[in-house]
């Protein structure tokens, strides 16, 4: 009897994981695995591909100096965004806990509103901004502070501007999670103990929100580095990110087997990156910023 | 005469349209144990968090060893606060846990390390300096709570029930080593509970609140053996009250006629308010109610009544039995010798007028 029992306790998880697995196996396994296997085929000089075991692709991509820096200033731009998403997020994140259950809600469902407006829409309403005829530019001349119109678009940090824009509640989400977790009286006892609001806040609620900060920062850093879309339209010339380049070998060259092999370098990188931080600080918190302990 | 640690004058508290508390006015000598006896939702934790600033009055004042305190914040009181959960630095040693409070006054490193010791030695647990709260057991995280709460020597200590998150037993040793370390420290100290029986055991002084106003004030027998109200009497204990007429009055006793038993003569010294002629409650503890065989006499002076067991309650070494007298059930908590009685016996309750109190007014 309590063999059949055991039994069906271990079989059990696998039945409620399976549809999540299949999905995972079916839309991502094996395209991804799909992806390996091009990355090591050749694109002719005449346009078609060459099935077989081929490195130049590789090559290319691990030796080439311009992947490397574009690579390099991705990862730069990607932690920039981070920073700022986390000096712009934490604020915002203790102030939401710290309001009124009844204004709580209303903050966090503005917070989430955003979403339900497209990526590219929302990155483009930078352009009514920020662009020459923008909103911004035509206050500013019209009002006699400026002669000409400045170019604030397409450049780095307009390119950031939108990341940060993009990823502000994921921070301000994870940071939130974390600080309505930490027990209001372990403040009152600092406090008690002797402790000005400011000190209590850098003793308890500063260290105990940290775990939320970090996989804040992990999303941030991970969805920062991953996108094509805000470099496209916020972007100059020069200011194309990783993601841009697999985007351009593969819609626009049709160079599939480089652009997987770009892709998987990003990935690999990524992936690095989510290994140090799994490693140092676990993924619970993620976990738990999504509903569950 | 010296000053009080604490004193609570005519304070007030209203969140919006609610009035949490009504004006109370407490005095705390220095080195006393009072304790906040209420049901949920009285206004202890508010008047507790009130004195420890966490909270303020929206009238009245609050003076610390005489010392009008209503504009000094939380952190420059010098008060001791021991929580229901702990309130345990989770990310922070035992040893920091308990340095805390240290480190934010001027002592020397040196010092500090003794005065730790000293406080952890002081709640027998030398030794989980290294260790991090999650490690301890909820009996050990609490004792660590209060050597945190003690080791700045402060002027008050605060306690909101910290003991009712521990388990029965472990509860009663953590009341007993609590007194003694209170007493030890002769610290002032205001104890926050809803548990008679802790209250009783460990008070000097009483506060039995309801809906935000006090009751009574006074020394445990005091408060247990002299209710000043039905409300105080049937949170103390198992209490009967029984409606009676007051016959006359005189210097040693109230004379009234009660409802089954008949005439009663109640002790002055346990008397409120008896007017001759006026409605009044008569109050006899459960455990005061013997029960006995129909055909045993009781002894002079004592009064006795017939009723019929309706249920049996065991409680160890005591059995509560609720029995039917006319239209209503009584309350008796007797000791067991021999054999209890069964449900549906009839019994003959016994009560010695000596046991009874006197409320005025007539039962609500
Ligand atoms: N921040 C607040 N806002 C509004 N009402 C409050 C607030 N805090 C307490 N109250 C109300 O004040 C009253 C007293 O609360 P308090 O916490 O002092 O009760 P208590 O005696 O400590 O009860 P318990 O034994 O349940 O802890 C309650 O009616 C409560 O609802
Ligand atoms: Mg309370």
Known sequence: MASTVEARETRQPWILLSPALTAIVLLLIIPLAFIVVYSFWLRTAAGSEQVGFYLDNWKEALTDSFYRDILLSTLRIALITTIACALLGYPCAYFIARSKSGNKTLLLLMLILPFWISYIIRTMSWINILGVSGALNTLLVNSGLLAEPLQLLYNEPSVILGLVHFLLPFMVLNVYVSLEGIDESLESAARSLGCTSWQSFLEVTLPLSLPGLAAGGLLCFVLAAGTYITPLVLGGARDAMFANLVYEAIIVQLNWPLGSALSLMLLFVLGLVVTVYNRFVGMGQIAKSFGQE | ????????????????????????????????????????????????????????????????????????????????????????????????????????????????????????????????????????????????????????????????????????????????????????????????????????????TIVVMSAGNVEQVGAPEEVYNTPSSEFVARFLGASNIIESRTLSVDGEHAMVEARDFGNVPVPIERVRNAITGRESKLVIRAEFLTLNKTDKTPADGVLSVNGQVETVDYQGQAVRYFVRVGDRQLQAINMIDGHPFAEGETVSIHVRPRDCALLPGAIT
């Open chain 2, 1 to 204: 005469m010296t000053t009080p640690a604490v004193e609570l004058v005519d304070i007030v508290k209203r969140f919006g349209a609610i009035t949490a508390l009504q004006p109370m006015s407490l005095t705390l000598p220095e080195g006393s144990f009072v304790t906040l006896l209420g049901p949920s939702g009285c206004g202890k934790t508010t008047t507790l968090r009130m004195v420890a600033g966490l909270l303020d009055p929206s009238a009245g004042e609050i003076r610390i060893k005489g010392k009008r305190v209503n504009e000094t914040p939380i952190h420059k009181r010098n008060l001791g606060l021991v929580f229901q959960n702990y309130a345990l630095f989770p990310h922070k040693t035992v040893y920091d846990n308990v340095a805390f409070g240290l480190r934010y006054r001027d002592i020397e490193r040196s010092q500090i390390k003794k005065l730790v010791n000293e406080a952890l030695d002081l709640v027998q647990l030398p030794s989980l300096g290294d260790r991090y709260p999650k490690q301890l057991s909820g009996g050990q995280q609490q004792r660590i709570a209060l050597a945190r709460a003690i080791v700045i020597k402060p002027d008050v200590l605060l306690l909101d029930e910290p003991l009712s998150a521990l388990d029965a037993n472990l509860r009663e040793d953590m009341r007993v080593e609590l007194k003694r370390i209170q007493h030890q420290l002769g610290i002032t100290t205001l104890f926050v509970t809803h548990d008679q029986s802790e209250a009783l055991a460990m008070s000097d």
